[in-house]
C-alpha cells in the first residue's frame, strides 16, 4: 500500500507541483507589476497581460490536476498497464484507496496554492490571514468546529473523485467507445443524483409515512428548544459527514466491483 502511494505520489507531483510553483510565482510577478507605478500611457498592458497569464495558469493548474489524476486511473487500472498493476501483490481496494487518497491530496494542494497565490496577489499578510483564520475558526466553535469542517471538505474531495472513477468503470463495462461512454455516463449519473436529492428535499414529506413524519417534526421541535444555534450547526456538518461518506462507500463498492468481477482490459 505505501509502496502504491509512493509511486502515484511521484507520477502526478513531477507535473502537478511545478505547476503549482510557477502559480504562486506568477502571482508574485504579477503583484510586483501592479505595485510599480506607471508613468507612461502603455503602462498599464504589462500588469494587465501578466493578470491574465495568472488566472491562465490557475486554471491551468485545476485542469491538469483533474486530467493527470483521471489519466492515472484510466491507463494504470482501465488500460494496458492494467496487465502489470493487477499481478502486484495488492487487492483492488488498494488500488483504489491508493488513488483516491492521491487524489484528495493533489485536489487539496492545488486549492491551498489557489489560495496562496491569491493572498500573494491581493499583499495580503500570511501571518495576519493565519492568525484571523485561527480566529475565525474559535468564534465559530473551536477545534471541533474546524475539524468537522476539514473532515467534511476531505469527504467531499474523496466523494468527487470515487465518482469520476465509478463512472469511468462503468463506462469501461462497454464494448467500443469506452472514454465516451465515462461521459455518458458522468453525465447521466451526475444529472441522476441532483434531482433526486432535489426531489428528497422538495417532497420528503410527502412519500414518508405520515407517522415517521410526525415524529420526526416533533424531534426536530423538540432539539431545536434544547440545543444552541452552534449545536445546531454541529450537527448539521455531521449529517454531512456521514451523507458524505455512505455515498463515498457506494461509489467505491461499485467500483471495487466492476474491478473485480466484470475488468475487460482488451
Not at 28 to 38: D, E, G, K, R
Not at 105 to 124: E, K, P, R, T, W
Not at 198 to 204: D, T, W
Amino acid at each position: 500500500m505505501l509502496k502504491l502511494l509512493k509511486y502515484e505520489w511521484k507520477a502526478c507531483a513531477r507535473i502537478c507541483l511545478p505547476l503549482y510553483g510557477v502559480l504562486i510565482l506568477m502571482s508574485f510577478v504579477t503583484h510586483l507589476l501592479c505595485s510599480i507605478p506607471q508613468n507612461s500611457t502603455f503602462g498599464f498592458m504589462l500588469p494587465a497581460i501578466s493578470s491574465m497569464l495568472y488566472m491562465g495558469v490557475m486554471m491551468a493548474a485545476f485542469v491538469v490536476t483533474a486530467v493527470i489524476l483521471i489519466q492515472r486511473f484510466y491507463k494504470n487500472l482501465l488500460g494496458s498497464e492494467g496487465y502489470l498493476m493487477f499481478t502486484l501483490p495488492v487487492t483492488v481496494s488498494q488500488h483504489l484507496f491508493s488513488k483516491t487518497i492521491i487524489a484528495v491530496v493533489m485536489i487539496a494542494l492545488s486549492g491551498i496554492a489557489a489560495f496562496l497565490s491569491i493572498g500573494i496577489f491581493a499583499d495580503m499578510s500570511f501571518g495576519t490571514l493565519f492568525v484571523d483564520m485561527i480566529k475565525g475558526v474559535a468564534r465559530s466553535g473551536g477545534l471541533l468546529f474546524g475539524l468537522e469542517l476539514l473532515v467534511l471538505a476531505v469527504l467531499g474531495i474523496a466523494d468527487m473523485a470515487l465518482f469520476v472513477y465509478m463512472c469511468m468503470a462503468l463506462g469501461h463495462l462497454a464494448g467500443k467507445h469506452r472514454l465516451l461512454m465515462s461521459v455518458v455516463w458522468y453525465v447521466v449519473l451526475s444529472t441522476a443524483v441532483q434531482v433526486l436529492l432535489l426531489l428528497v428535499m422538495m417532497g420528503g414529506g410527502n412519500v414518508m409515512p405520515e407517522a415517521l413524519a410526525d415524529a420526526m417534526v416533533r424531534w426536530l421541535d423538540s432539539t431545536m428548544q434544547t440545543i444552541t444555534p452552534m449545536d445546531a450547526a454541529h450537527l448539521m456538518l455531521r449529517f454531512c459527514c456521514v451523507f458524505e461518506l455512505i455515498s463515498d462507500a457506494v461509489y467505491f463498492l461499485v467500483t471495487r466491483w466492476i474491478l473485480t468481477h466484470r475488468l475487460n482490459l482488451e
